[in-house]
């Protein structure tokens, strides 16, 4: 079993009233030996937005903004911006984040030239009711049951006159084209899903139908260890190895005490990520800390983060959805112990 170490707590809540409630869940982008971290910060009413503070090596916070970077500008937005993933494509960065308007969640992105001026492009994912889902992804064959028993809530039309829509969040871009298409990773409970696009402006209604139709062939990574029986969703931004791509991500485990949330790794092939290559049997990592295991939300451990220092691999994530915290591992002994899990 791989050796991961707890780097403890880097972020807390304080009292400026944006973060009051909590830090978590941070977008992580290295450039050398600076890191610039993203945090979803919750004010009271679970309204989110988008903290920012940069770090000299991977655990000294040098500078914290006072205000938030990026807040609730449009109506899906409304109740938050929350649980920011980033990378960087070409000479543009991508920030991808959930937008919230109180009923539903949505995968949206913001794009910058300079991590600090952000242009907003409204989500990204489709935005359609679970029947419509439904009847798409079953004009087939039946879906697994899972994706009915997870979204069941999105069966309701309306809540308060505002419509209800299929909930698709961890929306997390590859940090280069794949065969010269953009690539990124959703998760429609409960599991992981690919879209690769020539250009975002593809993103049509008749594109997703027909992704929707053919669902079987988009799925990257579904439940199948304990630790994430129940659904398993994005988390870190996929990292480029000789192997494969390695994928840190969450799974989620039904238990008499409620949800545990754990840290996970797998690999996926370079050129078609819906082939698994290896995934590990156990989780990277999981809540054992009072500060993992009791907070707004218990025992969640959720990564969304990296950043590489002298082959360490720092996994930034948040816990018990309050605070920011970060574990460490060997970069390339997870990646030995991965190939000890092939998937066959």
């Known amino acids: 079993m791989i050796k991961v170490k707890k780097e403890g707590i880097l972020l807390s809540k304080t009292e400026h009233v944006f973060e009051e409630e909590g830090v978590l869940n ?68 991508y920030m991808s984040y959930t937008g919230y308007d109180g009923i539903n969640a949505l995968g949206a992105l913001a794009t910058s030239t300079d991590l600090i001026h952000f242009e907003k492009k409204g989500p990204i994912v489709p935005v359609i009711s679970f029947a419509k889902f439904k009847y798409l992804a079953e004009s087939k064959e039946t879906i697994n049951e899972k994706y009915i028993r997870y979204n069941e809530r999105e069966k309701i039309d309306k809540i308060d006159n505002k419509p209800v829509h ?20 959703h998760r429609i409970r409960p ?18 139908e027909d992704y929707f139709i053919h669902l079987d062939n988009h799925i990257v990574l579904t439940p199948k260890h304990e630790h994430e029986a129940s659904y398993v969703g ?15 991500y969450h799974g989620v485990q039904d238990t008499p005490k409620g949800y545990v949330y754990s840290a996970c790794a797998a690999m996926v092939d370079l050129d078609n990520p819906c082939k698994e290559i290896s ?6 990592f999981f809540p054992e800390f009072e500060w993992e295991k009791f907070g707004y939300i218990n025992n969640v451990c959720f990564p969304t983060g990296t950043a590489i220092f ?20 060997n970069l390339e002994e997870l990646l030995k112990e991965l190939m000890l899990y092939k998937t066959k």
């Open 26 to 93: 941070p977008g992580i982008m290295q450039v050398g030996n600076t890191v610039h971290m993203f945090y979803r910060a919750v004010r009271k009413g679970n309204f989110s937005s988008i903290g920012y503070c940069r770090l000299e090596g991977p655990l000294n916070i040098v500078h914290r903004n006072d205000t938030p970077l990026i807040y609730s500008q449009s109506a899906f937005e409304e109740q938050g911006v929350e649980d920011p993933r980033i990378t960087k494509i070409d000479d543009l960065y």
């Open 166 to 185: 299929l909930w698709d969040k961890n929306l997390i871009f590859f940090p280069r084209r794949i065969n010269g298409k953009l690539a990124f990773l």
């Open 191 to 208: 599991d992981v899903q690919l879209v690769l696009v020539k250009e975002l402006n593809d993103l049509t209604d008749a594109f997703w």
């Open 234 to 248: 994005g988390g870190c931004p996929p990292i480029e190895t000789e192997q494969g791509w390695l994928l840190i």
């Open 279 to 284: 995934r590990l049997p156990y989780a990277l």
């Open 310 to 329: 002298n082959d360490i691999l720092y996994i930034y994530y948040g816990t018990a959805d309050e605070r920011v915290a970060c574990a460490s591992i």
